[in-house]
């Protein structure tokens, strides 16, 4: 069972427009399918120039966050029959806000990327390992079970207003990530990332204004664990 | 703009970021990936990773030695598979130190679950032996090999495609790349080049692989010269989502999920009597495609039943909850609730590059290398896989193979000058480019992959026989045509996906070609590769490797020997 969809698509092509311009396709689609789905077989019957990311197709790496009817999410794990429709069957697609577009639905993610790096996204500890491995007990790993799902498509710190007025801000992304070794057992460099996200623009940019949660893909409680992360950050400034 | 660097790595998933980490410790990495390095398919790997740790109840490495050379069907090279499995609690150790969060034991050790093909005393019954992080073991393993190669100064070059690889004399001295966001070629010279470029499972119409997976690297090394071993070999996963090929993951049955047909039997019971719906993949797929071809399949449609509905709610929120979410999403099913409905999807090369134990890439069958060339994870076949891979082993594979290469590497670069790509290599890329490009008018490559994706399915997955290769042989010439007369509407450098469509339809078609005519080879059924008109295995005739190279009069074949050294071959039971 098909019915017609309409996707009305930003488009942008640097080495042609001088500004962004605005297309629309018509396309006969089963409600259960993907709006990925749809976007490929525009790109494969209608318009090969149609310049978008994709890869796994099943909601696990993250390339094709995009906004879809004015909020941020995956084109692979959003139906068609889930997206919030005007009433048209308009399906609107485009990037993701608050960052430099390249063409089309793709936009740089350098920056994004970048603000990771600043909190040392990475395990430290310089102990001798032991011979076998670290131990940790299940509810030690369950406050750090959410954090690991997180696979930096980038929906949650474009959605942030915080953002988009101080592109220096770390983002929901970057603060997560943080949290994600700070509260490893395994991990010793607590203090220096602690530092790192209490700095001007760091953690107390964040408004709770929740919009991150909301595009969350993988559903994690973002703002639930930057606030862990400011309660700790006030504990230790008083200890 | 050219590159120097004393290793480049082409992939990064799990194969290339091991060895970048090792290689790294010896010199400048640098790793060029089309994607995102945290976007590789290794990320997408559910259910887990082997080693005999023995945290849950008694393991051995022998047993998984024996488990493995049993499921590859005693096609895996017995002296490699002993190597993988000798060192695979190392290896999970050393992951878990480097910050991976594999689930936990109540006394804070590695958990450790149940998987197909895995076993206690040689087959008794099944053992827990495969390590996890909930259904999201690549994912885990991936962030963290990535994290910590950022933390050991490797340089990424993310979403740059491979267009070749230069290999002359016999010495690889690099690559040539195309930056996606520029359009702008760019040269990467290095004293070694290691391909850990994954796996092509997009050659089939129903696969649970990225749509990125479609084997570049392997068909730029074939038309290079350098053969392709086993290829014949693919593996379909039992339990893809059903008309989406989206991957169950082998855990569900893990933790008590059973396959059921439409008269509710549990059918496993009389394929594989001791352990029914944990026997391994190859034998679970073509079960199921039997119970469907002879109507049993549910309704009378082409798909069973993977009925989780007695398994404890707890335990599937825990451990399966990213399968889960995709029943939810894409099927609107709660798998506590309901059964799943699934199909055999295309799922893993056992096929590839031939390399030795530390990642040399052969040059042919009696084990000639190239200098400077290295290849690990999917795309290479040491053969530890054989004809049929167990679980949790391609994880393991990447990781053991990927550090020895990197450690081969390192020793390799401290007496290796740098070779050099010559501008004529440069040009001839351009050249091709331009000539992509300047077409005017041509099919889309949409169309040609989708026809050619549904003849790979229809007439090369889980059964074969020789009327329908030989058919598939001749209809992939025109094929081949088709895809040297694409049109390209998108002229432009920038983001140019189109353009990279179709360099990528090519390499596909390119490998299904060698697919098929290893598959025509082969005249027995051993693992994965079943064919209807050979049904027996023939330890006699093919117990030995199929190596493919490509010529200008078309495929050539050549074999080589299985190495067997403690387990002799004997019919496989479960």
């Known amino acids: 069972m098909t019915e017609q969809y309409i996707f009305r698509i930003r488009r942008f092509d640097p080495e042609k427009d001088t500004a962004p311009r605005w297309d629309e396709f018509r396309l006969e689609m089963d409600p259960a399918q993907r709006v990925l789905d749809g976007l490929i077989t525009i790109k494969d019957e209608s318009d090969g120039s149609l310049t978008f990311r994709r890869s796994c197709a099943h909601g696990v790496c993250g390339s094709c966050a995009m906004k879809i009817n004015g909020r941020n999410g995956l084109a692979c794990q959003t139906l068609i029959k889930d997206v919030p429709l005007a009433g048209d069957s308009t399906i609107v697609l485009e990037p993701l806000p608050a960052l430099p577009v390249i063409k089309d639905l793709v936009v740089d993610m350098e920056p994004f990327f970048a603000k990771n790096q600043e909190v040392a996204p990475y395990l430290i500890n310089k102990e001798t390992p032991p011979e076998r491995e670290r131990l940790q007990s299940p509810e030690d790993q369950q406050k750090i079970l959410q954090s690991i799902t997180c696979i930096m498509c980038g929906s949650c710190t474009s959605s942030c207003p915080s953002f988009w007025a101080d592109k220096e801000y770390l983002g929901p992304s970057a603060l997560l990530k943080a949290y994600r070794f700070i509260f490893d057992t395994r991990d010793r460099a607590v203090d220096e990332r602690l530092e790192s996200v209490t700095r001007l623009h760091g953690l107390w940019r964040c408004h709770s204004v929740f919009n991150c949660v909301e595009v969350c893909p993988k559903e994690i409680d973002i703002t639930g664990h930057i606030a862990k992360l400011k309660r700790l950050a006030v504990k230790k400034k008083l200890g | 703009m050219t590159h120097d660097f004393d290793t480049l790595v082409i992939g990064a998933g799990l194969a290339g970021l091991r060895a970048a980490i090792e290689a790294s410790r010896h010199g400048s990495v640098a790793v060029i990936t089309k994607l995102y390095p945290t976007r590789s398919h290794s990320g997408a790997a559910q259910g887990g990773i082997g080693a005999a740790l023995g945290n849950e109840e008694p393991d051995s490495p022998e047993w998984h030695f024996y488990d493995t050379t049993k499921g590859s069907d005693f096609l895996g090279d017995q002296d490699v598979i002993q190597v993988m499995c000798e060192d695979a609690i190392r290896t999970i150790v050393e992951l878990e130190h480097l910050g991976v969060p594999f689930s936990r034991t109540p006394e804070g050790k590695i958990a450790q679950r149940r998987f197909g093909g895995h076993t206690r005393e040689f087959g008794a019954a099944p053992v827990r032996r495969a390590c996890y992080s909930a259904d999201r073991t690549g994912h885990a393993i991936l962030f963290a090999l990535y994290e910590q190669s950022?933390?050991?100064?490797?340089?990424?070059?993310?979403?740059?495609?491979?267009?070749?690889?230069?290999?002359?004399?016999?010495?690889?001295?690099?690559?040539?790349?195309?930056?996606?966001?520029?359009?702008?070629?760019?040269?990467?010279?290095?004293?070694?080049?290691?391909?850990?470029?994954?796996?092509?499972?997009?050659?089939?119409?129903?696969?649970?692989?990225?749509?990125?997976?479609?084997?570049?690297?392997?068909?730029?090394?074939?038309?290079?010269?350098i053969p392709l071993e086993d290829m014949e070999f693919f593996q379909f996963h039992p339990t893809g989502l059903y008309g989406l090929g989206i991957l169950i993951t082998e855990g569900a049955r893990g933790e008590g999920g059973i396959l059921l047909n439409d008269k509710g039997e549990r059918f496993m019971e009389r394929y594989a009597p001791t352990i029914k719906d944990l026997a391994p993949r190859d034998m679970v797929s073509r079960a199921i495609m039997t119970e469907i071809r002879e109507g049993r399949g549910i309704g009378g449609r082409d798909y069973v039943h993977l009925d989780l509905r007695h398994v404890d709610r707890k335990i599937i929120e825990e451990r399966l909850p990213e399968i889960s979410t995709f029943c939810k999403i894409y099927m609107g099913i709660d798998p506590g609730e309901k059964p799943i409905p699934v199909l055999p999807t295309a799922h893993y090369a056992m096929g590839g590059v031939p390399t030795d134990v530390d990642g040399r890439v052969l040059k042919d069958e009696k084990g000639a290398v190239v200098e400077g060339l290295y290849a690990a994870g999917e795309c290479a076949c040491v053969s530890v896989h054989g004809a049929n891979r167990l679980g949790c082993n391609s994880l393991l594979d990447t990781v053991v193979f990927g550090r020895r290469a990197g450690m081969a590497i390192g020793s390799f670069i401290k007496q290796a000058d740098k070779g050099t790509i010559a501008a004529g290599e440069v040009d001839t890329v351009k050249d091709g480019i331009d000539a992509l490009l300047n077409r005017k008018n041509g099919e889309q490559a949409g169309a040609v992959r989708s026809a050619f994706q549904a003849l790979m399915m229809d007439k090369c997955s889980v059964y074969r026989n020789e009327a329908d290769l030989a058919d598939l042989i001749q209809e992939l010439r025109p094929y081949r045509e088709r895809a040297g007369r694409l049109g390209i509407k998108d002229k432009g450098k920038t983001f140019n996906t189109e353009l990279l469509e179709a360099i990528e339809l090519g390499h596909l078609i390119n490998l299904g070609e060698a697919i098929a005519g290893s598959a025509l080879q082969r005249e027995e059924s051993r693992g994965a590769h079943s064919r209807e008109d050979y049904p027996g295995r023939d330890d006699n005739a093919w117990l030995k490797h199929t190596f493919a190279f490509k010529t200008e009069r078309g495929i050539d074949f050549r074999f080589k020997p299985v190495t067997v050294t403690r387990f002799q071959p004997v019919e496989r039971k479960y």
Do not use: M
């Not at chain 2, 004399?169 to 040269?187: F, Y």
């Not at chain 2, 080049?193 to 570049?216: P, Q």
């Open chain 2, 150 to 225: 950022e933390l050991q100064g490797v340089t990424f070059f993310p979403e740059f495609q491979v267009l070749d690889i230069v290999i002359e004399n016999g010495r690889c001295s690099g690559a040539i790349a195309l930056h996606l966001k520029t359009g702008e070629l760019h040269v990467f010279i290095a004293r070694a080049t290691l391909v850990a470029s994954g796996g092509y499972g997009r050659i089939f119409k129903t696969t649970s692989n990225a749509i990125a997976s479609t084997g570049d690297c392997l068909s730029i090394l074939f038309n290079r010269g």
